[in-house]
């Protein structure tokens, strides 16, 4: 085990096996107990009191379940939590960390809920996120929870990400109206705090009740039915909240949350406005992956039936066009790129 690093998990108060597990967690992606004391030739017993240990630190992600999954969280959330410990060690711990060989894939896509037991480690996970996300952004919080993205935010929403932000007000925390960085903001009475992103993470943690109050564990989750029953109470939350800003959609814009952009396009519909999109996913009723592209000519939004659907004209005809898990349309779609036509 390299010096540095030991040295990193002694000022963290995580000792030398701790460092251990953590690396062979960064090192091999997510693993259960047994497999974990495998791995590092731990017993079961004397490992699971060291990965309670790493939780409290937040240091690991837990999914609960039969069995329970751990993962680390990234050497980029361990400087953000622990910056302060890390300057007394310097950077040369966090490098190697970074440049360990990883046997998992980069792009491998896990599922599950894990657990976080740190505020500042789900505050440091949300940021992370949120840099790494490419299409929209979906987020609700207090006005002392916002003010450490807004700059992140308005940054997203320039290079063409679509941000839309619900904020709460919290007895003791007033509605800073004026910290407001991007275009798409509703106010809405207090509710958990949230943020989705691109349709493949949420993470939520429990509403504030007053300024001193702080959630006592978030949640990271990557279980797709999931994340889709979040973006549709975050929609409701939308559609119910009270506008304080609300800027026309910039064109060509790319959405992942399917109801979103049917509110926007028909939006855009009414004021006379020519669109043109291209939605990937799959024609309902098979499997195999595809693209299909033709000119917007309706929107359904009808939410007490909960049928939300584009009307494409294509060259093959009339297609509606549904969310991921479609039934009464020809095509379900992951992903909506919109764009106008002109002349």
Known sequence: MDEDILELFRVLGAGRLGAKIYCALLSSGQMTLSRLSEET??????????????????????????????????PDVLEAVYKEKLERVGK?????????????????????????????????????????????????????????????????EKKGVNVYVILYEVPGI???????????????????IMAILDSKVALVAQRRIGPRDVPEYGLVVEEPVLVDYLEHEFF???????VLRDSPLRLPSVFTVHRLAALEIRELLSKGRKLRATVYGRFVGTKNEAVLEGVVTGVTLDEKRGVTHLTLETPTGTVRVGGPDAILEEFAAYRVEVREVYG
Request: with cysteine; charged share 35%.
């Open 41 to 74: 030739g731990i017993v079961a017993p004397q490992l699971y009191q060291y990965l309670k240990r790493l939780e409290t630190l937040g240091l690991i992600e837990v999914s609960r379940g039969k069995p329970n999954l751990y993962r680390a969280v990234s």
């Open 92 to 156: 040369r711990a966090l490098e190697k960390l970074r440049s360990m060989p990883r046997r998992v894939q980069a792009d491998e896509r896990s599922y599950g809920v894990f657990v976080l037991r740190s505020w500042r480690s789900f505050r440091a996970r949300v940021l992370e996120e949120i840099k790494t996300a490419n299409y929209d952004i979906l987020m609700c919080g207090d006005s002392a929870f916002m003010k450490g993205y807004w700059d992140e935010l308005e940054e997203k």
């Open 174 to 192: 007033p509605l800073d109206e004026k910290a407001v960085r991007v275009t798409k903001v509703r106010r809405a009475v207090s509710g958990d």
């Open 236 to 242: 409701h939350r939308w559609l119910r909240g009270e």
